[in-house]
């Protein structure tokens, strides 16, 4: 398998239709989840929203790059998201989410080996591989999250 289609393959796994690490995903995870769930506080924990729209925030600001644009994210803004105020809002965000995690992953599998090893943005952001990784690895940290902060939600309405 080249490496474009295995990272492709890895990214789709953690956001679209994967459960081999995991034993789920972030479609499995946030699709039945509604809005009140979504933003229900759990002590100082970030909300289901907030995690969805950080990892979203990423895969936007990454796609821009990948169409031609700058890097124009930056950490301290990953967090700062419209308020989700009804079922529609949380839909949206949801729908986003997954649209750019099928872009996102559509155009890895469609890269040429050697931009793998190429710098990404700046050398001293590494290469694309690295950052494609590191995708694969932020979007775990933060599926587990919510995979437990949906488990106590669950458990507290029952």
Same mark, same amino acid.
């Given at each position: ?68 644009? !700058?890097?124009?994210?930056?950490? &301290?803004?990953?967090?700062? %998201?419209?308020?989700? $105020?009804?079922?529609?809002?949380? +839909? @949206? ?15 890895? !599998?469609?890269?040429?080996?050697? &931009?793998?090893?190429?710098? %990404?943005?700046?050398? $001293?952001?590494?290469?694309?591989? +690295? @950052? ?27």
């Amino acid at each position: 398998m080249s490496r474009n289609q295995f990272i492709a393959n890895r990214l789709r796994e953690v956001f679209l239709n994967g459960r081999w690490i995991a034993n789920t995903n972030y479609k499995e995870q946030i699709e039945n989840v509604t809005w009140k769930q979504a933003t229900q506080k759990i002590g100082s924990l970030n909300t289901i929203a907030a995690l969805t729209y950080h990892v979203n925030y990423y895969l936007g600001g990454i796609l821009n790059v990948f169409n031609g644009g !700058e890097l124009e994210i930056r950490d &301290k803004y990953s967090f700062d %998201f419209p308020p989700i $105020q009804s079922e529609a809002d949380w +839909r @949206n965000l949801v729908t986003e989410f997954l649209l750019n995690a099928k872009k996102f992953s559509d155009h890895v !599998e469609k890269m040429d080996d050697s &931009k793998f090893d190429a710098s %990404f943005v700046y050398e $001293q952001y590494g290469t694309y591989q +690295r @950052n494609m990784e590191g995708v694969i690895e932020h979007a775990y940290y933060h599926l587990g999250q919510i995979s437990l902060i949906k488990k106590i939600i669950l458990e507290t309405e029952t």
